[in-house]
């Protein structure tokens, strides 16, 4: 179970429409490395939703799935 106080900080540190790429997803149905996606949702467990550019929308599990955000030029 994840805290209210790690919750709003996850809202917070990624609000919705930040641009992420997936580094690794331990699931069978995970987009391939190197996929790109928006966060359109952090839910009250923090799965954090993505819109993947793949069509995909698996949630990641912070702290177990990893990506990093795009920097934006």
Do not use: C
């Not at 805290?3 to 809202?11: A, D, F, H, T, V």
């Not at 928006?38 to 990506?67: C, M, P, R």
């Amino acid at each position: 179970m994840i805290s209210r106080e790690k919750l709003n900080e996850l809202r917070e540190k990624y609000p919705i429409g930040t641009k992420i790429v997936l580094k690794g997803m331990n699931d069978p149905q995970a987009p391939p490395v190197g996929t790109v996606g928006k966060i359109v949702a952090i839910d009250d467990i923090g799965t954090i939703h993505t819109a993947w550019q793949n069509n995909s929308g698996l949630g990641l599990v912070y702290g177990v799935d990893e990506f990093e955000v795009v920097k934006e030029d």
